[in-house]
Every structure is written in structure tokens, then in C-alpha cells.
């Protein structure tokens, strides 16, 4: 397994390399500054390492069941008292189960929970909710549309499952991927729709006892997927995703409070070598100094707000880079994408 920390710049400042086999599915920012890596370790079990703030392993664990071949992590959470929660699939011969491990702090196990019942099941996201309990989301196949149906599950502060549920149509397949509670009480699920001849990011927003409330399916170019979400102060969200082959993208959409994309930003694949760039400082408050090296191409720097709106800043062209005079720029959160080409990349630069 390899990882490895970056600074805001989106510069190396540590590397993990361990050496046993294993496969890495999710990475969690910690609140003591470090980090945890967790997937399938080299045992086939569900598998947990802790790392503090300069990349040095605390801790280091496997989560075996004796009733189960093998289980995987793919989405974790931190608690409130600083243990984490785990959520993923688990097989055996005889089929296939979703499962959540809760830890402690030091990652011991506090209690593990199979459940069975959905067909070819798989939990992406986990969230402890103000009761202390977990919703969980990810995905079942339905048989009786021969296709994948988004899954969501309720479960106590012990695991002990309260509800499920699931959302299937008969014209396309739904997976969810990210999960994060609202502020009305409900909670909000980003993922995929798919129509088999392509994919599109799909919201649904669920009332307190998982009734949808709307959903909401956002246009693009190829294959696309949700990977996160998180709500913003104006009651609406930010979701970041991927784009598949043949237009490769990282994928950066706002919506309003009912779904509606009005913008939306997507970092193309660099097809041309050299695109990694740098910025500072970062934060900034006045000119901020951006060193690329780049083939001798047409290159501009743009720089747009959270909404994907173009940001008016006057722009310096040097021989390794530009200067971006941000005095005048609002303080807030901005992408500076860099176009050279066909390729661009963007670096996050926040104004103070």
C-alpha cells in the first residue's frame, strides 16, 4: 500500500509505502491532523491503517470474521467520541452481505454487524447521525429489473438495523456513492444513474424517514460519478466526481437547493506532459506568484469562483509562470486552472 500527503499547493510533504499486499478503497482526514487508510489487507479482511500528521503509521489493523471468506472497506467515517465506523460488502460461500465494523479510537473492535437480504450488495458511505446511530448507502442488484437499485440503511447506535431502502426504476440503474446529512433532518445521496450507454452524477434527497423528497439528474460528456458531497451555507450542494473514458475529468458541480445545475466546472485529463503547476502563498491576500514549465504551447490562466464563474483578476505573464494580482478579489475559495493546449489543471486557491 502506498499514500501519500500533500500541502495545499498540492505539494509532496510525506509518503507511506508499506509493503505487505493489500488494496486501498478510502482515505479519511482525521481530526487530530492525521489520516486513515483503509480497503482489504493482505488477508482478505476488511483492513484499517492510522497515520499521524507526518505519515507515520500509529496503527494498524484487520477486521476478520470467522463467518465470512472476505470483507472490504469502502466508505469510513470519524465519530463523535474520535472512533471511526467502517461500511462495505463481506461474502461467503453461500452468498454475498453489506457490513459495519465500529472501532474505537485506536482502532479496536467495538462491534461488527453482517447483514443479509440485498443481492449483490455493497456499501459506499457511512455517516453517524445526531442519535448516534449510522445511515449507510450504496448499492443492491434487483432481480426483478434485472438491474442495480441505490440501498439505504438505518441503523441504531449498535448497529441493530431500524430500516432499509431502496430506489430502482424499470428504465435505469441507480448506485449511491456519497452521503451526507441536511440540515432539515434528511439527508442527501449523491451517485450514478446509468442508462447502460452512459452515466450521469444522480441526487436524491430523502426526507428524515427516507421518503424522497426529489431527485435530480445532472448533464455531461461521458460516464459520470458522484464521489462526495457536502452542503453549502445557501442551503444548496457541491458534489465532486469522475468522468470516464473518452473524456477523462475530474468533476466539480454546485447545485441549488432543489438539484438545478446552473454551473458547473470539469478538469479535463492533461494530455500534454509537464501540466503540474504551483501557487503561493496560499492563502493570499495580494499577488500570488503561479511557476508552471510547460512545452512550448499556447497557455492562460483562469480563475473561477465556487458557482464556475469567471473571476475578472489582472494576470502577469513571466517566463516561469504569471502573477495574479488578487487584491481586489472577494476572500473566498477559487479554482486557478491553467489551459495549455489541449490539457489544463487546476490548483484550489483560497483569498483572504
Known sequence: MFARGLNPSGDSVWSYDQSLRGQVRAVLATSDGGCLIAGRDSMLDMGLIKLDSAGREEWNHGYDDSRIQGSTVFGLAET????????????????????????NAAGDTLWTRLYSGPVGPTLRAVREMPDGGFVAVGSEFDTALSQNAAYIMRTDSNGAAIWTHSISDSFAGRQATALRETRDG??????????????????????????TVWTSAVGGRAREQAVEIWQTSDGGYVIAGTSEPPNDSIVLVKTDSLGYV???????????????????????????????????????????????????????????????????????????????????????????
Open 80 to 103: 463523535r467520541d474520535s472512533g471511526f465506523i467502517l461500511c462495505g460488502d463481506a461474502t461467503d460461500y453461500m452468498g454475498s452481505y453489506v457490513r459495519l465494523v465500529r472501532t
Open 186 to 211: 434528511g439527508y442527501i445521496v449523491a451517485g450514478s444513474i446509468d442508462w447502460s450507454d452512459s452515466a450521469r452524477i444522480w441526487l436524491v434527497k430523502l426526507d428524515a424517514g427516507a421518503d
Open 262 to 352: 446552473p454551473y458547473g466546472v470539469a478538469e479535463e485529463k492533461p494530455v500534454v506532459p509537464g501540466a503540474a503547476f504551483s501557487l503561493g502563498p496560499n492563502p493570499a491576500s495580494g499577488v500570488v506568484l503561479i511557476n508552471c514549465s510547460l512545452p512550448a504551447v499556447r497557455t492562460r490562466l483562469r480563475v473561477y469562483d465556487v458557482t464556475g464563474r469567471d473571476v475578472r483578476a489582472p494576470v502577469e505573464r513571466q517566463p516561469a509562470g504569471f502573477l495574479l494580482d488578487v487584491r481586489s478579489v472577494p476572500a473566498g475559495v477559487y479554482l486557478v486552472r491553467l489551459e495549455y493546449g489541449r490539457g489544463s489543471a487546476t490548483r484550489k486557491l483560497v483569498i483572504e
